[in-house]
Antibody
Framework: EVQLLESGGGLAQPGGSLRLSCVAS????????MGWVRQAPGQGLEWVSG???????QYADFVRGRFTVSRDNSKNTVYLQIDSLRAEDTAVYYC?????????WGQGTLVTVSS | EIQMTQSPSSLSAFLGDRVTITCRAS??????LVWFQQKPGKAPKSLIY???TLQSGVPSRFSGTGSGTEFTLTISSLQPEDLATYYC?????????FGGGTKVEIK
């Protein structure tokens, strides 16, 4: 059974940093692209970043160098580092396995940026 | 960035009605289009991928059609459990992009 377990969310100060983690199980992790999608309260879905099994990364235009995605295939884990946090980064961050036929979403981790 | 324009943003229909949601891409995305259903407080769930292929376990009342830039999600007979917000997403070109969502309500 495929599982994605996100962690690392919580309350953070503007200008601070957070690292989100997503531990995967139930599939051959290194063979799949992994991604992050966020959803601000009451808003729509927004793709954030993706990383292929061998580490090629892609980002949404709004990221502008503040987000860094990485993965450790030995730990079946994908990370999202968010720096220079802003209030508008407040959202549920979903970890996503693949796109299309084999996709799977985690339950999300809430990031709240507030002083 | 490819813009995905989804319409309508909300709709209200009777049980048993046929419901159609449209998604237009600002440039061609081939058939790399997925439709998601999101119920309140839950993670999105994909219904249809590659524009028209039903995910395993999804009821056959859901269907997807389209061309390279215009796509349609149809619910042939609206059921109570279809109350949700629906999103399209193109996965043809980075950055991946979503439509704005369509909230489906029951009259």
């Amino acid at each position: 059974e495929v599982q994605l377990l996100e962690s690392g969310g919580g309350l953070a100060q503007p200008g601070g940093s957070l690292r989100l983690s997503c531990v995967a199980s139930g599939f051959s992790f290194s063979n799949y692209v992994m991604g992050w999608v966020r959803q601000a309260p009451g808003q729509g879905l927004e793709w954030v970043s993706g990383i292929t099994g061998y580490g090629s990364v892609q980002y949404a235009d709004f990221v502008r160098g503040r987000f860094t995605v990485s993965r450790d295939n030995s730990k079946n884990t994908v990370y999202l580092q968010i720096d220079s946090l802003r209030a508008e980064d407040t959202a549920v961050y979903y970890c996503v396995k693949s796109y299309g036929r084999d996709d799977f979403w985690g339950q999300g981790t809430l990031v709240t940026v507030s002083s | 960035e490819i813009q995905m324009t989804q319409s309508p943003s909300s709709l209200s229909a009777f049980l048993g009605d046929r419901v159609t949601i449209t998604c237009r891409a600002s440039q061609g995305v081939g058939n790399h289009l997925v439709w998601f259903q999101q119920k309140p407080g839950k993670a999105p769930k994909s219904l249809i991928y590659d524009m028209s292929t039903l995910q395993s376990g999804v009821p056959s009342r859901f269907s997807g059609t389209g061309s390279g830039t215009e796509f349609t999600l149809t619910i042939s007979s609206l059921q109570p459990e279809d109350l949700a917000t629906y999103y399209c997403q193109q996965y043809n070109t980075y950055p991946l992009t979503f439509g704005g969502g369509t909230k489906v309500e029951i009259k």
